[in-house]
């Protein structure tokens, strides 16, 4: 992991990351058994704006710069209101990944996330030609198969967002890129560094401006506003009567939900709100067949990673970085008495972790209303 850290300063690739990849690609197309000349896009599941931009930055790229025919395919579907607006109104074409033919392709290119990822699939028989992230390795020494061999790999940790990592691909190529593509970019990278105000390196500033003076201002102000589905409205309403707070703390388990997505964004919602430091929402999703935890702080020094590492007790898989952290654990039944008792335990240890002592509080909270 060190030489990954040092290459967020240093430039991979000797300096020649676009000509290292153009190789890696080329050599992929030359031993691919396929007769295909098309190259796969992918990302991880419910892909957000920095998924989805990197995804089209790549498309471009490989398209417009080197020559290649790009198709971008995502697994599971796209949910949340804000992500689906991005694809809808900039007309971005993702195929569906259980339907493609895989023989269509020599090749693949994967982009926020890596493999072995636990949101992330990589198909076993397509070469994995490159690699675009910028997130940390989960530590699963011992677990899974050996890393494979990737020959491009450019993994940045002090980068704030995938997009802008494909930004300088599209720099140093000279290629000006359309407003479509520069749309795509600006809005993963203000999503991915929130405006510029988290994580930001120099180079996201320099690829927030950049991309934003080509981009469709228009469509992005459509594509911040979309329009909501009527369910929405109605999560909405159980999840602010379902929330309870506990000094600094708001915890709200929501039984089941109509997409995953509806959890981390609750929790942001909640973690906006005035004296409420650590947020902890959960919800059962019938089709992913798991429980999805979401955990958030704003305090300076709050660390999400390993409070949801115990709020879990070695009950499913968890991921996260600085103040964000997202679990998962997997339910065969997705029946009331289920969810119910998940939720039970789930309260139980957020309540000890994080709980307060203050004796004019409700053992059960205060609700919100
Ligand atoms: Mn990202």
């Not at 396929?34 to 998924?51: F, N, V």
């Not at 929790?267 to 709100?273: G, H, K, N, P, Q």
Request: hydrophobic content about 40%; some cysteine.
């Amino acid at each position: 992991m060190n030489s990954e850290k040092a290459s967020a300063s240093e430039k991979p690739f000797g300096g020649k990351p676009l000509e290292h990849l153009r190789e890696a690609i080329e050599a992929g197309r030359r031993q691919a058994t396929s007769d295909s000349d098309c190259l796969l896009i992918l990302t991880h599941r419910g892909p957000d704006p920095d998924a989805i931009g990197a995804c089209e930055g790549v498309r471009f790229l490989c398209d417009q710069v080197f020559g290649v025919p790009a198709k971008v395919a995502t697994a599971g579907e796209i949910h949340r209101a804000e992500n689906l607006a991005l694809v809808r109104v900039l007309g971005l074409e993702f195929l569906n990944y259980d339907h493609i033919d895989h023989k269509g392709y020599f090749g693949a290119v994967l982009v926020d996330t890596q493999p072995g990822f636990g949101h992330t699939i990589v198909p076993e028989d397509i070469p994995l030609l490159a690699v675009f992230d910028h997130h940390v390795v989960p530590n699963t020494e011992g677990e899974g198969a050996p890393a494979q061999v990737i020959p491009h790999k450019d993994v940045r940790l002090g980068i704030g967002a995938t997009a802008t990592i494909l930004y300088e691909y599209l720099r140093e190529s000279g290629k000006p890129m359309d407003a479509t593509t520069a749309t795509a970019l600006f809005c993963g990278i203000r999503y991915d560094t929130a405006d510029l105000s988290r994580n930001a390196s120099p180079l996201d500033e320099e690829a927030f401006y950049a991309t934003f003076r080509l981009a469709d201002r228009e469509k992005i102000t459509t594509i911040n506003n979309p329009p909501l589905p009527r369910v929405y409205y109605s999560e909405l309403h159980s999840a602010l009567s379902l929330a309870k707070q506990h000094g600094a703390l708001v915890i709200c388990l929501l039984g089941k939900v109509s997409h995953p997505e509806f959890v981390a964004e609750m929790a942001d919602f909640f973690l906006r709100m005035k004296g409420a430091s650590w947020v902890v929402v959960g919800g059962a999703s019938e089709k992913e067949g798991s429980y999805v935890l979401s955990l958030r702080t704003d305090y300076a020094f709050g660390n999400a990673y390993p409070l949801m590492e115990r709020i879990l007790d070695s009950d499913g898989s968890f991921g996260g970085h600085g103040h964000i952290a997202g679990g998962r654990i997997a339910m065969d039944d997705i029946g009331e008495s289920s969810v119910a008792s998940i939720e039970r335990s789930i309260r139980k240890r957020a309540l000890a972790i994080l709980g307060t002592n203050e004796d004019d509080l409700p053992p059960e909270g205060r609700p919100l209303s």
